[in-house]
T-cell receptor
Framework: DAGVTQSPTHLIKTRGQQVTLRCSPK?????VSWYQQALGQGPQFIFQ???????QRGNFPDRFSGHQFPNYSSELNVNALLLGDSALYLC??????????????FGPGTRLTVL | QKEVEQNSGPLSVPEGAIASLNCTYS??????FFWYRQYSGKSPELIMF????GDKEDGRFTAQLNKASQYVSLLIRDSQPSDSATYLC???????????FGAGTILRVKS
């Protein structure tokens, strides 16, 4: 049973550039959430996708956008990169459930460094 | 006030002892509570979840929830050096499915 996969593992970009991160959820899961984790902090929720629609969004600017494909995989796009966007980007996979009782499983993450 | 608060630690315990990790949350409507373990340079790994008041045991781990006090804890019995990691508390509210994380508690188990 394949777990959550993310690519690439590491990425180095310069300020102003754009980046695309990819995620494939765990087999049987239909919901993908994205989180940003800065050094020494807990993960911060960016947004969540289900049925190819953004269902919930955290406090992140419009530079952060996403997409979910029919096979449930997802992309996170960040435009006009800033130094402060340097972080570990985590994808979490889950089943869509009402009431908030969903266990989310994380992928290995993508380490983004902005120079 | 932060939504989810944890003592940053480090919490140091000797091998074989009980490690007690604590977390408080501000949203009284929160419905589900999760503990993740994160080794340095790795992603968070789900180790426990609890939805109802009381205790939930899984092997060496016990999660405790007190909704009236807005408090959740994780006990690790017979702590091992391999338990040394950062433990993240996460809370899910009644609307939507986003997890709100605390900053984590660093646990060090000394042999």
């Amino acid at each position: 049973d394949a777990g959550v996969t993310q690519s690439p593992t590491h990425l180095i970009k310069t300020r102003g550039q754009q980046v695309t991160l990819r995620c494939s959820p765990k087999s049987g899961h239909d919901t993908v959430s994205w989180y940003q984790q800065a050094l020494g902090q807990g993960p911060q929720f960016i947004f969540q996708y289900y049925e190819e629609e953004e269902r919930q969004r955290g406090n992140f600017p419009d530079r952060f956008s996403g997409h979910q494909f029919p096979n449930y995989s997802s992309e996170l796009n960040v435009n006009a990169l800033l130094l402060g966007d340097s972080a570990l980007y985590l994808c979490a996979s889950s089943l869509w459930m009402g009431g908030g009782y969903n266990e989310q499983f994380f992928g290995p993450g993508t380490r983004l460094t902005v120079l | 006030q932060k939504e989810v608060e944890q003592n940053s630690g480090p919490l140091s315990v000797p091998e074989g002892a009980i490690a007690s990790l604590n977390c408080t949350y501000s949203d009284r409507g929160s419905q589900s509570f999760f503990w993740y373990r994160q080794y340095s340079g790795k992603s968070p790994e789900l180790i426990m979840f609890i939805y109802s008041n009381g205790d939930k045991e899984d092997g060496r781990f016990t999660a405790q929830l007190n909704k009236a006090s807005q408090y959740v804890s994780l006990l690790i019995r017979d702590s091992q050096p391999s338990d040394s990691a950062t433990y993240l508390c996460a809370v899910n509210g009644p609307y939507g499915n986003k997890l709100v994380f605390g900053a984590g508690t660093i646990l060090r188990v000394k042999s």
